[in-house]
């Protein structure tokens, strides 16, 4: 009778003390797993997404029209005199593949004429939301004076009734993804023409787009 009164004896202060150490130990220990697993879950999604969804794509450009507008070229012979007003109007469209907004700041367009500047312009900055597209237009006329030493080939050229010209465009942004992560981009297009004198009109294009992320 004694042996069972002694095996109910209430635990003593240090066994409480022990056991309650215990008890708050396994509880942290639950705790701090349970925080571990959540942040290893979270950072597998969010490599996930980085990978797949958020990864950033090159912003397409794209030349979707291209029109002449001005005074028809011509050359005057024997006292040779060239007049020339032609302007090349583009239509330049952006395409934004990224799930994020794409805000480019100014962009410039160069048309060149035998690897030698004649003209430039300034495209308006904006704002292109995620996977959306937008178009700019810009419009490049050649200034003769800047010719200089291509004079005499643009003379040439425009009484064999062909002149080909070449664009190069580029459009600088920043890629906005979940409203704080951002990623500089730069659009660059680059677009040869050639425009029959006689018809005064764009016979053919060929474009090439890349970006820089």
């Known amino acids: 009778?004694?042996?069972?009164?002694?095996?109910?004896?209430?635990?003593?202060?240090?066994?409480?003390?022990t056991a309650k150490s215990y008890s708050r130990r396994r509880c942290l220990i639950t705790v701090c797993g349970t925080i571990i697993l959540l942040i290893l879950i979270l950072s597998i999604i969010l490599l996930v997404l980085a990978l797949t969804v958020f990864k950033p794509k090159d912003p397409k450009t794209e030349i979707i029209s291209a029109a002449l507008d001005g005074i028809s070229p011509s050359v005057t012979l024997?006292?040779?005199?060239?007049?020339?007003?032609?302007?090349?109007?583009?239509?330049?469209?952006?395409?934004?593949?990224?799930?994020?907004?794409?805000?480019?700041?100014?962009?410039?367009?160069?048309?060149?004429?035998?690897?030698?500047?004649?003209?430039?312009?300034d495209i308006a900055p904006g704002n292109i939301p995620a996977r959306g597209s937008a178009t700019l237009p810009c419009r490049l006329t050649i200034e003769v004076d800047k010719l200089g030493s291509e004079?005499?080939?643009?003379?040439?050229?425009?009484?064999?009734?062909?002149?080909?010209?070449?664009?190069?465009?580029?459009?600088?942004?920043?890629l906005t993804f979940l409203g704080f992560i951002k990623k500089h981009a730069v659009a660059v297009s680059v677009c040869q023409f050639t425009i029959s004198v006689r018809e005064f009109k764009v016979q053919s294009q060929l474009c090439k787009s890349k970006a820089k992320i």
């Open 1 to 17: 009778m004694e042996a069972e009164i002694n095996n109910h004896q209430p635990l003593n202060v240090e066994q409480k003390t």
């Open 78 to 121: 024997p006292a040779v005199r060239i007049e020339l007003n032609v302007t090349l109007d583009l239509k330049i469209l952006v395409r934004n593949r990224n799930h994020a907004s794409f805000r480019h700041g100014t962009g410039k367009s160069v048309l060149l004429y035998r690897g030698k500047q004649v003209g430039e312009v």
């Open 151 to 174: 004079i005499a080939g643009l003379i040439g050229d425009v009484l064999a009734g062909e002149l080909m010209v070449e664009t190069q465009t580029r459009i600088p942004g920043r």
